[in-house]
Structures are given as C-alpha cells and as structure tokens.
C-alpha cells in the first residue's frame, strides 16, 4: 500500500468508452427524436429518424424541417410555442404526409425546449398507424355487435311471415291460368327466398359462442381455399403463392378460417376480373407484432403471424376505404355487404385484427393472429383489449 487509494475516484465502464452517450441512447429509441435550431434547421436526428424521413443523418441535418413536413403544418407551430413558452408541448393524431414522407403518416408529436441550445427544441414523433388499427377494429367489432341484435330480430319479425307469404305464391301459381300471371308469381318466389338467404347469413353474426379452437396450419387452410377457387371463381386467374414454410401452427377453427379467407379470395377474384393479367397472391410471414390482452390469458398475446391476400385490381375507393368491415357497406353492385363484416368477426373472435392497404395498384387483406402456444390455455374471443 501506497497511502493513496482510489476508492472515491470514479471509473469509466469499459463498455462506455469511446462513445457518445446520448447518441448511443437516442439510437436505441425506437420512436423518432431530432433536434432543430432556432431556424428549424435539423440538427440532429437518431435511427429511428432515419427511417422516419426515408433519409440518412448527413442528408437530414442539411435540410430544415419545413423541408419534410408539410408547409403550414401544426408541427412547425408545435415547435415555435415550445421555443416560446419554454415548456413541453405535445399533440395528438397529425397528419404530417407529404410527397417526401408518403401518404397516411399520423403521428403523436412531442416537442420541448433545449436550455442549451439558443431556440433549440428537441421533438419526438410516435406513429400511430398500428394504434389506429386496433381503434379502427374495434369499432368493426362493434358494428357486428349491432347487426347481432338486428339479425335477432330479423329472423322473428320477417322470415315468419315470408314462409307464409311464398306459400301463398305457390298456391296462386298453381291456379294461374296463363305464363304472365306464373312468372309473376315466380318473381314473388324468387324475391322472398333472396330475402330469407339475407337474414340467414346475418344470423351467423348472433352466434356468440366460444369458438372451437385448436392448432391449425394455416398453410393447409391456404390451399384448401386456393383449390376451391381455382375450380370455381377464380379459374383463369394465377394465384401466386409466398409462405414462410417454418410458420408456427394457428390456434383456431379451420372452417372459420377457410371462410375466411374464401371471403377474401372472392372479392380479389371479383377485383381483377377484366385485368389483362389478373393475379392473387397468398403470402404468410412471422414478424413482430402487437400485443393485445385477451381475457382468460394470464398475460398479453403477440399477433406475430401475417397473412396477406394481395390483388393487382384497381382498388378500393378512398371515401369507402375506411368502412369496408362494417355491415352493408359494399362497393358491388348486388353486394350485401356482410362478406368482409364477417371476415372481421371471425378474426376478432381468434383474437387476432384484419386490415386493409389499398392502391390503384391493387388492394391487400392483412390478418395478424396470435400462435398456438401449448403452456397456454386461453381461448380467443371477440371481446380483444388493447393492451399498453
């Protein structure tokens, strides 16, 4: 022993050496952070911004922020009142899509002042496209909610007295004395049995009982509908296959999910009929996705499996786009508007969402679901909760 010691000198962490910090944190942030001076100009940005502008750091932090955002927009008056103020601001759902940032990009914004900095101000962005989703599904699973009841009712109130109604038309068509007043009747026949197919198919909405579920591959179920379709609606058109061949099995109900997917491939073959070269693709894949709490699990279920229906039709009309899963709203012609209201029941009940992305370039179904896990003995119901 020397007489010095070194107890109370503090130690840099070997781990630490040679790196900025803060810009190691920042990096690690999953959300968008950049900093701006007092002209907006960019001075900073993490990973995370570099994919949020589409851009690297060297290219962003030459650029002011008007040169992303959109002119005018409440992010640039975010900013100057947090420089202001000198106070953390924040709002909710801005719309900040632009030719340089691409279309839909909702975002959270958070803004606060740098005291180090002269007008520096550092702004955090989260995107709420996956939070918008599940807000969207949920209200699709309410709207099914309320054609249950009215299914309820239907079934009491008009197929009854259609039952009687088309047997009077039998009767008078067998006294009908010449081919007018036949095919009159007929007409009564056909009209009341098209009612009656209706109400049957609203009924499957007031079936509110737990499915019955059990580890499915979802591949098996891919090909069982591919086969149908090419042998009936779909003939003529090429379905394209893209699979993740080590996909862990679904747990669900394989009819439902036949159903399903049947009801997706119908409307994309009704899509591209007239194309020149009209094409479906099945594509399945395991990424990282949301959590949902599902009542009866003792923790919160990830949605990691993606499977996609993807057509090269025209697309859906944008003034529709957001309202295709609610009931009777259709863009067909003799549509009813209870195929893809269905489709999202039948997913909610697997605990799982369906989205739809849609182009003049042709529109895509997505379904996450969650995985058959064998150590955990939860049931997938309509009744899903976000989760945080």
């Given at each position: 022993m020397n007489g010095k010691s070194n107890m109370n000198k503090p130690e840099t962490p070997v781990s630490a050496k040679g790196l900025d910090i803060c810009a190691v944190t920042l990096d690690a942030l999953p959300h968008p952070v950049i900093t701006v001076d007092a002209e907006s100009n960019i001075l900073t940005t993490n990973l995370a911004g570099e994919h949020?502008?589409?851009?690297s750091s060297a290219y962003i932090c030459k650029r002011r922020l008007d040169y992303f955002i959109p002119f005018g927009s409440p992010v640039l008056t975010l900013i100057n009142q947090a420089r202001d103020e000198r106070t953390v601001i924040n709002e909710y759902k801005i719309d900040v899509s632009s030719p340089r940032l691409g279309r839909d990009r909702l975002v959270d914004v958070y803004a606060a002042p740098i005291p180090e900095i002269e007008g520096g101000v550092a702004v955090q962005f989260f995107q709420r496209t996956m939070a918008e989703k599940i807000d969207r599904q949920l209200t699709h699973r309410g709207a099914a909610r309320t054609v249950t009841g009215l299914a309820a009712m239907l079934a009491h109130e008009i197929k009854n007295p259609l039952s009687g109604i088309r047997g009077a038309a039998q009767l008078l068509e067998m006294a009908a004395d010449n081919e007018d007043d036949r095919s009159l009747t007929q007409l009564i026949k056909d009209e009341t049995d098209r009612i009656v197919k209706l109400v049957d198919r609203m009924e499957v909405f007031s079936d509110e009982r737990p499915i019955e579920a059990e580890p499915v591959n979802i591949h098996v179920v891919l090909e069982h509908v591919k086969k149908i379709a090419q042998n009936g609606f779909a003939r003529g058109i090429t379905i394209h296959e893209n699979y993740d061949p080590s996909l862990p099995p679904v747990m669900g109900n394989r009819d439902q999910l036949v159903q399903t997917f049947l009801n997706l491939v119908k409307n994309a073959a009704e899509a591209v009929a007239g194309r020149e070269s009209p094409e479906?693709?099945?594509?399945?894949?395991?990424?990282?996705?949301?959590?949902?709490?599902?009542?009866?699990?003792?923790?919160r279920v990830a949605l990691p499996l993606e499977l996609t229906v993807s057509d090269n039709g025209p697309g859906i009309a944008e003034d529709v786009r957001h309202y295709i899963f609610d009931p009777f709203v259709t863009t067909k012609t003799n549509g009813s508007g209870l195929g893809l209201a269905l489709v999202?029941?039948?997913?909610?009940?697997?605990g799982g969402i369906v989205e739809c992305d849609s182009s003049e370039n042709g529109t895509t179904f997505r379904i996450l679901l969650p995985v058959y896990s064998s150590d955990e003995k939860h049931k997938p119901t309509h009744e899903a909760e976000t989760g945080n």
């Open positions: 949020f502008f589409q851009s479906i693709t099945f594509s399945t894949a395991f990424r990282h996705g949301i959590h949902l709490t599902v009542p009866g699990a003792s923790k999202a029941k039948i997913v909610g009940n697997h």
